[in-house]
Every structure is written in structure tokens, then in C-alpha cells.
């Protein structure tokens, strides 16, 4: 467990940018979590899990601790259910698979998610359908100040859309050290209100789909639209989709009737921001080493040597594009450092 100064982060985010760490550590335990936060406890630090929902704009002028906490285990079941606990540091996508070859039913729709187990809580992952607080029981975390653990169950966790407790009240106070499922044994929910699942599953002729089925048709829609973070370099969608009230949408929808959107409840809407940014121009532009993806208007791409500014500035121009063109503030999802 060496701590190793001027550390390359290039491999350490998705976006392949060239960023370094005054210093780093990769720690494999909660003892070993637990020492570093102790003998440094007037360093700056940085909490690093897969690198996948953020974007270096700058050198780190702290302690990078990477989580990489392995492990995972069955911790209780009964003839309908299991709870399956992870570790942090666990791939999340090798994680769902897992599950599946268990024949354990919850997390096939986010199957390919990039990132490690640890850092999901977080975002409140979800595609297709699907969030992680669907089938989160809870998630244990060290507090950085001091090293203590603290369990938190659902409720403490504060859920929304791609939102927790830990990235609000929380924020910067807690490391996640593994996470609790619950997960079907039996009469899974297999969840195919998604066209595009739909129409894969029609493509390959498969009319009563299992787990399995469900994981390979959601990876194969996701390798379709989305790039290969080891070939091209991004961080999955890079915005938030905008959820607005009914009658702000309305009134822009006059404008705009085209416009695409789903109903997520009696007052509010969500807006495809894919959509927006399509609308605007923007699929497939690029600007320098830096750009849009050309299947998904979602994904910035780092297409060799591009500076997490040089990402930071395209994805701003979009944003006051979109605003000006609709009237509607799209968010990052991805977290700018």
C-alpha cells in the first residue's frame, strides 16, 4: 500500500484524459481505507471509485485514494428473494452478470453501465426502465473525519433522479464501502417498456425473455449508440434528462410540437435531452480532439488528446445553445472536477 506522487490518472478515468495526482494510493480493505484516512488526516484527499461519471478539467492537488474493494457474497435469502452484498470496488457490469449466471433478477436493464458497484448509490444509476434504489437494501460507508462506519438503509439515502443523499447533505463526508441487494429468485420482473428492448428482442425472435435475454439485448442497444470508453473515451451521458412541470412544457410545447417527452407523473415531464441537443446540431460535431458522438448526441467524446476544459467548454456551448433555442437548462450528469 505505497503512496506514489505525480501519479498519471489517464487510465483512472473513462474520458482517457491526461490528468495527475499529487499523490495516490489504491487501497484493497477497510483496514487499509481506514489506516491512510488515519495517518493522513490533514491531507487533502480525493475519493476515487471507477472513474466513470467525471471529468478532469485539472491536475489533483490532493491524496487520490482509489477504491478497490473486491468481493461479493450471498448474506441471506429465502425461496423468492436473495440479498447480495458487494464490495466498492467491484466492476458493476461483471457484477450484474454475475447475478445473472445466479439466475438472480433486479439488475439485467443496467447491464454495461461503466463504473465500479460502490459509486452507483451515488448517481442512483438506472437505465431501461430500471434504477438502482428499485433494488438497493442499503450501503455501508466510512466517514472520512473519523473512520467510522455508518449503515444506510433506503430511506436514509434520499433517492431521485440520478440524485442522493451523497451528493447533497452528505457530500464529500463518506466513502461507500460495499452495497446490500435485494434480488428475485423466482418470478422475476422482466421489465421491456423500452421500445428499443422491444424491438431487439423482436429482431432476434425472442417472445417470453429471461434475465439473459434482457442483459444481451440492453447490451447490444448500449454498444450501438454508445462508444467503448477503451477506444473512444467518454463518461456514458454526459447530461441529465429535464424533468419540467406540465405547464412550463406546454407552453414551450406550442413552439415545439414535436418535441419528445414521457410522463413521469401528474404534474411533470421528462424531455429526451439527447433529443435537444440533436435538434441543435450537435450530433457528431466535433471541435478539435473534442466533440459529440455521431450515434448519441448524449455521449462527449474525447477522440485522442482532447483537455477536460477543452470537453467542458463544448459541453457549455450546448447547454446555452439548448437554452436559448428552447428555453430549458439541461444539467451534467458527469462530475466536473
Same mark, same amino acid.
Given at each position: ?12 478515468? %473513462? ?56 468481493? @461479493? ?25 454475475? %447475478?445473472?449466471? =445466479? ?39 466510512? %466517514? ?19 440524485? +442522493? ?7 464529500? =463526508?463518506?466513502?461507500?464501502? *460495499? ?5 428475485? $429468485?423466482?418470478?422475476? $420482473?422482466?421489465?421491456? *417498456? ?20 434482457? +442483459? ?6 448500449? $454498444? ?5 470508453? @477503451? ?5 456514458? *451521458? ?14 414551450? =410545447? ?10 413521469? +407523473? ?29 450515434? =448519441? ?9 482532447? %483537455? ?30
Amino acid at each position: 500500500m505505497d503512496i506514489v506522487s505525480d501519479f498519471s490518472l489517464k487510465k483512472y478515468n %473513462t474520458f482517457g484524459i491526461e490528468a495527475t495526482a499529487k499523490q495516490f494510493v489504491a487501497v484493497h480493505s477497510t483496514k487499509e481505507l481506514k489506516t491512510i484516512l488515519l495517518e493522513n488526516k490533514a491531507q487533502k484527499k480525493f475519493i476515487l471509485g471507477g472513474g466513470s461519471n467525471m471529468l478532469l478539467t485539472k491536475d489533483i492537488d490532493a491524496l487520490v485514494i482509489h477504491i478497490d474493494l473486491k468481493g @461479493k457474497k450471498i448474506i441471506d435469502e429465502n425461496d423468492d428473494f436473495v440479498w447480495v452484498e458487494s464490495q466498492a470496488g467491484e466492476n458493476w457490469h461483471e457484477f450484474v452478470l454475475w %447475478t445473472i449466471d =445466479q439466475n438472480f433478477g433486479g439488475l439485467e436493464n443496467m447491464s454495461l453501465i461503466p463504473g465500479n458497484v460502490g459509486t452507483t448509490p451515488v448517481q442512483n444509476i438506472g437505465a431501461y426502465g430500471t434504477e438502482i434504489k428499485d433494488t438497493f437494501v442499503s450501503c455501508e460507508a466510512m %466517514t472520512i473525519e473519523n473512520q467510522q462506519i455508518k449503515n444506510f438503509i433506503k430511506e436514509d439515502c434520499n433517492f431521485g433522479y440520478r440524485e +442522493s443523499v451523497f451528493k447533497n447533505e452528505a457530500k464529500d =463526508q463518506y466513502i461507500i464501502t *460495499s452495497v446490500v441487494f435485494k434480488l428475485t $429468485k423466482t418470478n422475476h $420482473k422482466i421489465n421491456t *417498456s423500452y421500445g428499443d428492448i422491444l424491438a431487439e428482442l423482436e429482431k432476434n425472435n425472442i417472445s417470453n425473455p429471461t434475465l439473459r435475454d434482457i +442483459s444481451t439485448a440492453v447490451v447490444a442497444i448500449r $454498444k450501438s449508440k454508445l462508444p467503448d470508453p @477503451k477506444v473512444l473515451g467518454n463518461s456514458g *451521458s454526459f447530461f441529465k434528462n429535464p424533468i419540467l412541470l406540465k405547464t412550463d412544457f406546454e407552453k414551450i =410545447q406550442q413552439k415545439f410540437p414535436e418535441m419528445k417527452y414521457f410522463d413521469i +407523473s401528474k404534474t411533470e415531464v421528462k424531455v429526451p435531452a439527447g433529443w435537444l441537443i440533436e435538434q441543435a446540431g450537435f450530433k457528431g460535431k466535433r471541435f478539435g480532439d473534442a466533440g459529440i458522438h455521431k450515434n =448519441q448526441a448524449l455521449v462527449l467524446v474525447n477522440y485522442g488528446n482532447a %483537455t477536460g476544459q477543452e470537453i467542458l467548454n463544448v459541453s457549455k456551448n450546448i447547454q446555452e445553445t439548448i437554452y436559448k433555442m428552447f428555453g430549458i437548462h439541461i444539467e451534467a450528469e458527469v462530475n466536473v472536477i
